[in-house]
């Protein structure tokens, strides 16, 4: 199975370092690309061997599956060319579905697959299974660091100076939709739309935020109500190099891509 990268930061080395080295027998890196080419091709070239680097409007030639390692702002290009060269497109910039609401028709149409890598969720394999019968509610409350949201519009329009002024305990900045959390922070809220779609969609799916100094990683608790089971999952992060990403995203990826291609696979 060839895979190629779109986006090759943080989360994109760690995936293509991973594949280089052979991590899943039967998947080979082939291409990635990046909105600066110039230093995609200086990052390749420590690799071995060294997958091309291509514009993005080329990336679907060279690959059976791709796997988008950018951001929300960049993730509807990606899966529209994606989707639209009949490929698997593999996403963790979920907050970015937001913006392409005709995703299911462009794969449909085109003979594409879109798939959501969230390692950062705790329960979606049961989620998805209660959602088989009837789901009273579902509802996301969410603990990140203050550094992590000091920058973000919405926290700074809700009068809250984090970079100055740090909280010295839990303070909540957001509740409502998960549609309104992608909106309001798409940097952090990836969660929000991969828990939405697996259950009862954008506008049903609750959503708090807490700012909270005293953790070392995104905290993410899920709570179901529904006829089947109910569950009450958490989920305790750490970042990784890039503060604003968990170390788990990378290894989402692996575990996504590894599902393709196993004989044998444990949960959805």
């Not at 798939?115 to 989620?127: E, T, V, W, Y």
Request: hydrophobic fraction near 45%.
């Amino acid at each position: 199975m060839k895979v190629a990268l779109a986006g090759f930061g943080t989360v994109g080395q760690d995936v293509a370092r991973r594949l280089t080295e052979g991590a899943i027998p039967g998947v080979v890196l082939t291409a990635v690309s990046a909105r600066d080419l110039d230093k995609a091709r200086a990052n390749a070239a420590r690799l071995s061997p060294a997958p091309k680097v291509v514009p993005l409007a080329e990336l679907a030639s060279h690959a059976d599956v791709i796997a988008e390692c950018a951001t929300a702002e960049s993730c509807p290009e990606i899966v529209r060319l994606g989707l639209a060269a009949g490929r698997t497109v593999l996403v963790v910039s979920a907050a970015g579905l937001i913006a392409l609401p005709d995703a299911e028709e462009l794969a449909r149409r085109a003979g594409g697959r879109l798939r959501i890598a969230s390692g950062a969720l705790p329960g979606l394999d049961s989620l998805r299974c209660a959602r088989e019968g009837a789901i009273t509610s579902v509802k996301l409350t969410s603990r990140i660091r203050p550094n992590s949201l000091a920058h973000e519009d919405y926290v700074l329009r809700q009068g809250f100076d984090f970079a100055k002024s740090p909280p010295s305990a839990p303070v909540r900045v957001f509740q409502g939709s998960a549609r309104q959390a992608a909106e309001a922070f798409p940097r952090h809220f990836n969660v929000a739309v991969a828990l939405s779609i697996a259950g009862i969609g954008f506008d049903r799916t609750e959503i708090e935020v807490w700012a909270d100094a005293d953790i070392p990683g995104a905290i993410h608790k899920v709570d179901v109500v529904a006829d089947d089971i109910e569950l009450s999952m958490t989920s305790r992060n750490r970042p990784s190099s890039n503060p604003r990403t968990s170390r788990i995203v990378a290894p989402s990826i692996m575990a996504a891509l590894r599902a393709m291609v196993a004989p044998v696979v444990s949960g959805g």
